[in-house]
């Protein structure tokens, strides 16, 4: 059983909506992660935030923006998407102590634009 | 920057047998990381298994274990005993190592693995 939880399992919207999509995971990890993923394809990092703080972009446009409440928590706030951005988006998290953090990922929410 | 790569795009093999997936990178790093995760039509990426650069000593969880050649820039993932449930979609990742959790991993293709009854 994975102890990062993703909600929405499946969400739809209009190109007009504005939805979240939310994380959680209570392993006590200080770093958490956004990943994109379109059909056959392997994954994309999208934001990674490290004790809270957002500390890599991968030049997402704003129509995405990233949320960090607490230590626990990851939000992805979508506003204005397009239809390409419809795709499988997975959080994750890991220690974040030293180095070398083995990333620990979510079942995923499949997002469809329409 | 890294790169992974994964030539065999799909594989397929019967109940029980041993099957192994290709997985080569190429890095100017000395430190690094390799993990196999599993992806199932469930869609959860799954860590499979994963090995520190540093390490000679090939990693091994269960019936899963690699074959690391880090001259070759080579890590393979042995699955023996195949079963049903490890029908999924294979990803070899790479990842350098970042303090305090700034960490990316960079993925290759995938590798679709079917277990056949």
């Known amino acids: 059983d994975t102890e990062v939880t993703q909600t929405p399992k499946h969400l739809v919207m209009g190109m007009t909506n504005k939805k979240s999509l939310k994380c959680e995971q209570h392993?006590?990890?200080?770093?958490m992660y956004w990943y994109k993923q379109k059909a056959k394809k392997p994954p994309e990092l999208m934001f990674v935030y490290s004790y809270e703080k957002l500390s890599i972009n991968e030049s997402v446009p704003s129509r995405f923006s990233p949320e960090c409440p607490n230590s626990s928590l990851l939000n992805l706030h979508l506003h204005a998407l397009q239809p390409e951005d419809s795709a499988l988006y997975l959080c994750a998290s890991s220690q974040a102590q030293s180095s070398g953090n083995t990333i620990y990922f979510g079942e995923g929410s499949w997002l469809t634009v329409v | 920057a890294q790169t992974v790569t994964q030539s065999q795009p799909e594989m397929s093999v019967q109940e029980a047998e041993t099957v192994t997936l290709s997985c080569t990178y190429d890095?100017?790093?000395?430190?690094?990381?390799l993990f196999w995760y599993k992806q199932p039509p469930s869609r959860q990426m799954i860590l499979v298994i994963r090995?520190?650069?540093?390490?000679?000593q090939n990693a091994t969880e269960n019936r899963f274990s690699v074959n690391f050649q880090k001259a070759a820039k080579s890590f393979s993932l042995k699955i023996s005993d195949s079963q049903l449930g490890d029908t999924a979609m294979y990803f070899c990742a790479f990842m350098k190592p970042f303090l305090f959790g700034n960490e990316k991993l960079t993925f290759g293709t995938g590798t679709r693995l079917t277990i056949i009854p």
């Open positions: 890095t100017s790093e000395n430190n690094y990381y």
């Open positions: 090995q520190e650069a540093y390490k000679q």
């Open positions: 392993m006590g990890h200080r770093a």
